[in-house]
T-cell receptor
Framework: AQSVTQLGSHVSVSEGALVLLRCNYS??????LFWYVQYPNQGLQLLLK??????LVKGINGFEAEFKKSETSFHLTKPSAHMSDAAEYFC????????????FGKGTTLSVSS | NAGVTQTPKFRILKIGQSMTLQCTQD?????MYWYRQDPGMGLKLIYY???????DKGEVPNGYNVSRSTTEDFPLRLELAAPSQTSVYFC???????????FGSGTRLTVV
């Protein structure tokens, strides 16, 4: 069965610092991996997705993630945090087959201080 | 395109009442999903559908029912509302070819 573990329910950084949000997955087949962002009282917005092409995936708002099969990881990074990045971030996995539902991690809340 | 539309956006129910959360998509997607989101728990799959007339249980189906009579609509029914069903509910859909999941804006439900 698939699963996702997000290490750290809360991450705090200073504005301009590196953002690193960790995600490890478990899947019996090659996974498709996603990062979503949720701003307060809003829906989910797709940041980026890995679908078996390039292992380094670039997304919106300067975020990127690297798929590392040997480490079963898909960590999200951004070189320089901005106040507007404060939100909750979710990592999700699917088996890649048509129709397979997304399985979500519990989320990581990112706080950015000035 | 409207994408995935959920109604209502907010609702307060009394214990034991019933209601239907509506979800409609206009992208001709075969696959549709219902999730609930609780603080610190991420999103959990309630039910899903792979096409009109076909539905199946997800991780947390108890207390809910669904139907899929058309490709566009995937309503979620709560028959006897309980406080444990207080949550934010998201509907999503996905097409065949690409791996993009489209989410609705959510329904915030409070059961008192």
């Amino acid at each position: 069965a698939q699963s996702v573990t997000q290490l750290g329910s809360h991450v705090s950084v200073s504005e301009g610092a590196l953002v690193l949000l960790r995600c490890n997955y478990s899947s019996s087949v090659p996974p498709y991996l996603f990062w979503y962002v949720q701003y307060p009282n809003q829906g989910l917005q797709l940041l980026l997705k890995y679908t078996s092409a390039a292992t380094l995936v670039k997304g919106i708002n300067g975020f990127e993630a690297e798929f590392k099969k040997s480490e079963t990881s898909f960590h999200l990074t951004k070189p320089s945090a901005h106040m507007s990045d404060a939100a909750e971030y979710f990592c999700a996995v699917s088996e890649g087959q048509a129709g397979t539902a997304l399985i979500f991690g519990k989320g990581t809340t990112l706080s950015v201080s000035s | 395109n409207a994408g995935v539309t959920q109604t209502p956006k907010f609702r307060i129910l009394k214990i034991g009442q019933s209601m239907t959360l509506q979800c409609t998509q206009d992208m001709n997607h075969n696959y549709m999903y219902w999730y609930r989101q609780d603080p610190g728990m991420g999103l959990k799959l309630i039910y899903y559908s792979v096409g009109a007339g076909i539905t199946d249980k997800g991780e947390v189906p108890n207390g809910y029912n669904v139907s899929r009579s058309t490709t566009e609509d995937f309503p979620l029914r709560l028959e006897l509302a309980a406080p444990s069903q207080t949550s934010v509910y998201f509907c999503a859909s996905k097409g065949e070819i690409n791996y993009g999941y489209t989410f609705g804006s959510g329904t915030r439900l409070t059961v008192v």
